[in-house]
């Protein structure tokens, strides 16, 4: 039965771990009633200064008794001038760093100081005048004067904001932005007029206006008005103003709009231009989750004639194209953009040939490797029946600038399927839906799509929980096979370490027709060491639920007793005893599977030992894996035989030359190379039970070793049993 809805809060993603800063240290030693404010003078607007703020202020600090002990004033014996410092970056007392963050532009306010908020603070990073009393209890009143946004470390770019805008997100690269720009230098000399003529329009990150402004434009949001202090260091050469050889430049911005731009892939290739605004907040509202999308658009071949190849609007009678996401049946360029589109917006989308037709079923005129240019419309979608988990704002900011991380993140923790409701069969069934899907996928070779599909179920089974012994069996069948259909997609996609470690997913929950289970499953896992020096893989994990254990229990743990009591070269051959003999008891098809992809990833990542025991179990838990379990053993050999070859290439004439000759050492590699290459073109063959298999030929007659060449198999047993197999000739 699916979990309930009062079990969600459960699974709230976590964010990242952050080293707590050294403000927010000082900040946890605050006791209540240390700082005590009173207001002497109201101030003005709504706005407060916050962290990386520049705070402009006088300060008059006193005793109790209204003896004045330092005061920034002239007429209490200070300079007159106010002090500047940043919000959580200036050294300053801790009294001041928790008060001024209260305090509105203009206000006067009194602040009582226990000794602990001022100098008296363990660790002070300010150290007091002489003769100051520290250890007192003090007055500060504090006039704020103004408060401003600080752009660069170095306080090279500052803004203030006049009227705030609309909205929060800000343009960056390589937005494209409308704004009305006037400038004058620090002693008031204009230099562009404000609002003469026609706006600036630019793109953020080309340079076309001086690095400063850009700075400050890209920290503004849309119809917000503010004035930006540029020093001559941030003063560089653009097209659009001639600013440079200036001190300081104050530039006073009104952003009046910004088009969203986005670089899909990071290098320019894909790229999303909006058109016109959706409705909604982005990309709160965009269509992230797999959904149902109703779209027109209209298809571009990018050449001078811009040959348009499908317009939804004319060739489909006027209808619209509805299609589901996830599912490949667009091009991947394509859906990628529209994911990221609100109801009624409509894009421009430029896309190279790889994420349009070249992997994706081909319109008749639409020549091999074009350039293509969409024009694409979001009507609206529909998503799934899903269960929101509490995301605020500050998380959306949080990971808006990391477009992977961010759409990551909104895809795995902040949505899961809403099952609720659902018995056990039908939860299955749905289940049972999105594997088909992803089935199809991995038979078309989308095999990053067919595994967002599996990893999706999987996911979705943490908040299922089966009740009794046959949907707990039912259930961890189907988990053990997604399990392996997610190693089989790592495989194929070369990520063969990611394979091994799904295919030990599998065997760390072996299960058993007697196992029972309950609605709070425990584990008790028994690590088994492998010798490898890289592989540690717990091999099994069994299911404790109060009652008698079963006969693969009882085995398991005879078999463990025993392999702890070896502590020698037998500890391993007890170990896989012990996981045959389990594996012999459950007689599981899924098993060997899992031994197969396994042993294949192993022996892609050149662990040939790891795989022909894994080839090898195949032939002890279950005969009719003969077949493919002989034809990986001849793949591991000639494999084996190359790599072999290979490096007696490299050693080749090394200890035969005379003092002073070179040895021609890998020369004689590209045919053993050749042959590698082509035992690899037959590596996606399948049989039946859809586990891989190839033909390879026996080795043909090796010509006459040399004495190295006698000596290379012991000299190999020695590097690999000091795990130095890996070691290669410089």
Not at 88 to 115: I, Y
Request: charged letters at 30%.
């Amino acid at each position: 039965m699916a979990a309930e809805d009062g079990t969600a809060q459960e699974y709230v993603p976590q964010k990242k771990n952050k080293e707590p800063t050294e403000t927010e240290k000082r900040r946890k030693k605050i006791v209540p009633g240390s700082l005590m404010k009173a207001e002497i003078r109201p101030g003005g607007g709504d706005a407060r200064p916050s962290d990386g703020d520049q705070v402009i202020y006088h300060c008059t600090v006193r005793t109790l008794a209204g003896v004045v002990v330092e005061s920034t004033r002239s007429e209490y014996g200070g300079k007159g001038s106010p002090i500047r410092q940043v919000l959580g970056k200036s050294k300053m007392l801790l009294g001041l760093l928790e008060g001024l963050p209260t305090m509105l532009r203009g206000e006067v306010a009194m602040f009582k100081m226990k000794p602990q908020m001022h100098y008296s603070e363990e660790d002070c990073p300010v150290s007091p005048p002489s003769s100051f009393p520290r250890d007192d209890e003090l007055h500060f009143e504090i006039e704020m004067i103004d408060f401003s946004k600080v752009v660069s470390d170095d306080l090279g770019v500052i803004k203030k904001v006049i009227d705030e805008g609309q909205g929060w997100e800000s343009p960056r690269e390589p937005y494209e932005v409308k704004a009305w720009i006037s400038a004058k230098t620090g002693d008031d000399k204009v230099i562009l007029s404000p609002k003469q003529g026609e706006p600036y329009f630019f793109t953020i990150g080309k340079s076309e206006v001086p690095k400063g402004l850009e700075m400050g434009i890209g920290t503004m949001t849309r119809e917000e008005k503010a004035v930006i202090y540029v020093t001559n260091q941030y003063l560089t050469e653009s097209p659009l103003m001639s600013v440079v050889g200036l001190e300081e430049v104050q530039f006073e911005v009104e952003l009046i709009h910004f088009t969203q731009v986005r670089d899909m892939l990071g290098d320019g290739r894909l790229i999303k231009r909006r058109l016109c605004d959706g409705k909604g907040e982005f990309p709160m509202d965009c269509p992230l989750q797999d959904s149902l999308l109703r779209i027109h658009y209209k298809g571009m071949l990018l050449n001078e004639e811009k040959t348009v190849f499908i317009d939804t609007r004319i060739d489909n009678d006027g209808q619209p194209l509805e299609f589901s996401s996830g599912e490949g049946l667009v091009p991947e360029g394509f859906e990628m953009c529209v994911r990221l589109m609100l109801p009624g917006e409509v894009a421009l989308v430029t896309c190279p040939p790889d994420y349009a037709y070249d992997k994706f079923t081909r319109p008749a005129n639409v020549p091999e490797g074009a350039h293509i240019e969409w024009e694409i419309e979001l009507l609206g979608f529909e998503m799934p029946k899903l269960i929101e988990l509490q995301v605020t704002e500050d998380t959306y900011l949080e990971f808006m600038f990391e477009d992977n991380e961010f759409l990551s993140y909104l895809y795995h923790g902040s949505f899961f399927q809403d099952w609720t409701g659902l018995d056990f069969q039908g939860v299955m069934d749905e289940a049972e839906k999105i594997r088909t899907t992803g089935n199809r996928l991995f038979k078309e070779g989308k095999f990053e799509l067919a595994k967002a599909k599996y990893e999706k179920v999987l996911r979705e089974f943490n908040h299922v929980n089966p009740q009794d012994d046959e949907e707990g069996k039912v259930f961890l069948n189907t988990r053990n096979l997604l399990n392996l259909n997610v190693a089989a997609c790592h495989l194929k996609s070369g990520e063969c370490r990611k394979s091994i470690e799904t295919c030990n997913k599998h065997f760390v929950s072996l299960s058993h027709e007697e196992f029972h289970v309950k609605h709070n499953w425990q584990y008790t896992r028994y690590p088994a060491l492998v010798y490898h020096h890289r592989v540690q893989t717990p091999y099994g994990s069994t299911l404790c639920a109060g009652k008698i254990p079963s006969p693969t229990l009882i085995a398991y743990n005879l078999f463990w007793g025993r392999a702890l009591r070896w502590l020698s070269a037998r500890f391993k051959r007890a170990c896989h005893r012990m996981i045959y003999d389990v594996l012999v008891l459950e007689a599981n098809p899924a098993h060997v599977k899992a031994l197969y992809r396994r042993g294949m990833a192993y022996m892609e990542v050149g662990d040939f030992e790891e795989a022909r025991s894994d080839f090898e179990m195949m032939l002890k838990v279950d005969k009719s894996s003969e077949p493919d379990a002989t034809a990986a053993l001849k793949k591991l050999k000639q494999k084996q035989q190359d790599v072999e070859k290979k490096a007696r290439g490299q050693f080749k004439g090394l200890f035969d030359k005379k003092p002073g000759e070179i040895a021609d050492a890998g020369t004689d590699n590209r045919g053993e190379e050749r042959s590698t290459s082509e035992n690899q073109k037959n590596d996606d063959q399948e049989d039946s039970n859809g586990t891989e298999t190839e033909d390879v030929e026996d080795a043909a007659d090796e010509p006459r070793e040399g004495l190295f060449s006698r000596l290379w198999p012991t000299g190999r047993r020695l590097f690999s049993a000091l795990g130095l197999q890996r070691c290669a000739i410089l």
